[in-house]
Each structure stands twice: as C-alpha cells, then as structure tokens.
Nanobody, 127 residues
Framework: QVQLVESGGGLVQVGDSLALSCAAS????????MGWFRQAAGKEREFVGG????????YYADSVKGRFTISSDNAKNMMYLEMNTLKPEDTAVYYC????????????????????WGQGTQVTVSS
C-alpha cells in the first residue's frame, strides 16, 4: 500500500511559478515509479510527467516540457513538481500517483499503470 498526499496548489497569475509536493508513505519509497497527472474541468485526466524508481530519469508530456520539472527525494519520501511560466490551460486538479509495476528505468504514462493516487490539489492560473 502507498498513501499519497499532494500539497502546494493555489491561485496564480499567468507566467507565475508554483511548486507542488507529494508526500508518500507506506511501501518503501524508491520501489515504485511516480507520476503527476492533471484533470481540468470537463476533461479527462492526463499525464503530466513522471520519474523512475531511482529518481534518475524523468519524462514529460509535450504540453509541459521545458516548463515543468519533476524531482524526487528518496530520503524524504517526497516528489515535487516545479511549474514555471504557467498558462491558463494549466488550470486543473493535479494528482500524484504511484506505480508499483513500473520497470526500474521506465516512466508509465497511462492512468491504468498507476495503482495509488492522491486526493489532488487545485491549481488555477488566472489571466
């Protein structure tokens, strides 16, 4: 079992930066891959990016590549999402997720690859 809790969401202006955190507990951190997803109102949840078990490799959706950065700290059981140059289309509920079936060097990009989810945190980018 993995428990995930996101924090750091809020209301920002276009072009601002915001950092989200995901605190993990339960199963030993580093034995599962992790990812960030988001769901805008009226839309399906979509993959934002993820990190491998070791934290050594990250992968991003094209829509956020170059603006968002994922990092993890195995010692603190934390994953982070640094978001820069935010746009109105980044407005969504952001979820962190854990994949216990992910390979050591892979970042799953589909929802069904993830077994555990946080409750989500709202990010609103105002123009």
């Amino acid at each position: 079992q993995v428990q995930l809790v996101e924090s750091g969401g809020g209301l920002v202006q276009v072009g601002d930066s915001l950092a989200l955190s995901c605190a993990a507990s339960g199963r030993t951190f580093g034995t599962y891959g992790m990812g960030w997803f988001r769901q805008a109102a009226g839309k399906e949840r979509e993959f934002v990016g993820g990190v491998t078990r070791s934290g050594g490799v990250t992968y991003y959706a094209d829509s956020v590549k170059g603006r968002f950065t994922i990092s993890s700290d195995n010692a603190k059981n934390m994953m982070y999402l640094e978001m820069n140059t935010l746009k109105p289309e980044d407005t969504a509920v952001y979820y962190c997720a854990a994949s216990i079936r992910s390979g050591a060097d892979s970042v799953p990009v589909t929802e069904r690859s993830y077994n555990y989810w946080g409750q989500g945190t709202q990010v609103t980018v105002s123009s």
